[in-house]
């Protein structure tokens, strides 16, 4: 999944999801607190593969125990409806302070969800430190 979108919230807390999205989410689909102040979208073989590893790590490590507790336990089941959109819970929706407007951001095997101002702040290009994301790309080889 890859692209940007934008889209409004309507007031009962629905977005619509694009098409190119939808057929890669698949009926089910995992919406959960990001690590970011954001949401993450996760087809449900790519959710269950992130808990499979996520049950091997150890579970002595604090900070594994923290993202259960604040990620993991934040995930709500969700699918589309018939005009393709998602219901947002509002708790989701106030940790990412999504009110309004939002970006739909595509990032390979997850989406991300970002209240689009809080998107716009964090990703202004002029902010970005593109000679360090390109040293960091360079030591994957790519």
């Not at 890859?2 to 689909?29: C, S, W, Y």
């Not at 708790?91 to 998107?119: T, V």
């Amino acid at each position: 999944m890859f692209g940007q979108n934008t889209h409004a919230v309507d007031p009962k807390g629905r977005v619509n999801i694009p098409m190119k999205f939808r057929d890669k989410l698949g009926e089910t689909f995992y919406l959960v607190k990001s690590t970011d102040q954001c949401l993450d979208v996760f087809p449900a073989p790519a959710w269950e593969e992130l808990q499979r590893k996520i049950q091997q790590a150890s579970q002595f490590n604090k900070a594994i125990k923290d993202y259960q507790r604040i990620v993991i336990s934040s995930a709500v089941e969700s699918s589309t409806d018939r005009q393709g959109r998602v219901l947002i819970p509002q708790n989701l929706r106030d940790f990412a302070q999504i009110e309004k407007e939002i970006m739909i951001a595509g990032l390979g095997e997850r989406l991300e969800i970002w209240a689009l101002d809080k998107w716009n702040e964090r990703y202004a290009v002029e902010d970005v430190d593109m000679d360090a994301i390109a040293e960091e790309l360079a030591k994957l080889g790519v």
